[in-house]
């Protein structure tokens, strides 16, 4: 049961994702706004993803700090 909750949460999240670029506008703006005030001079910063979603954002974070 585990497994298929996953496997359906995956299969919904690449679409979902893909849909938010469309619908969003200024979409890269918008996340480039949030990751730009992530930014830290710490090394190795950690970062704490409530799960909130598909994980979005924070592969903008991380994206933006390495």
Same mark, same amino acid.
């Given at each position: 049961?585990? #497994?298929? $909750?996953?496997? &359906? +949460?995956? %299969?919904?999240?690449? &679409?979902?994702? %893909?849909?938010?670029?469309? $619908?969003? *506008?200024?979409?890269?703006? +918008?996340?480039?706004?949030? =990751?730009?005030?992530?930014? %830290? #001079?710490?090394?190795? *910063?950690? $970062? ?11 592969? +903008?974070?991380? =994206?933006?700090?390495?």
């Amino acid at each position: 049961m585990k #497994n298929e $909750i996953k496997e &359906t +949460f995956d %299969s919904i999240a690449i &679409t979902y994702d %893909s849909q938010r670029r469309k $619908i969003i *506008p200024c979409f890269d703006d +918008f996340y480039k706004i949030i =990751t730009n005030l992530t930014d %830290s #001079n710490i090394n190795n *910063p950690e $970062i704490l993803d409530i799960g909130a979603g598909t994980g979005l954002l924070t592969k +903008f974070v991380t =994206t933006q700090l390495v």
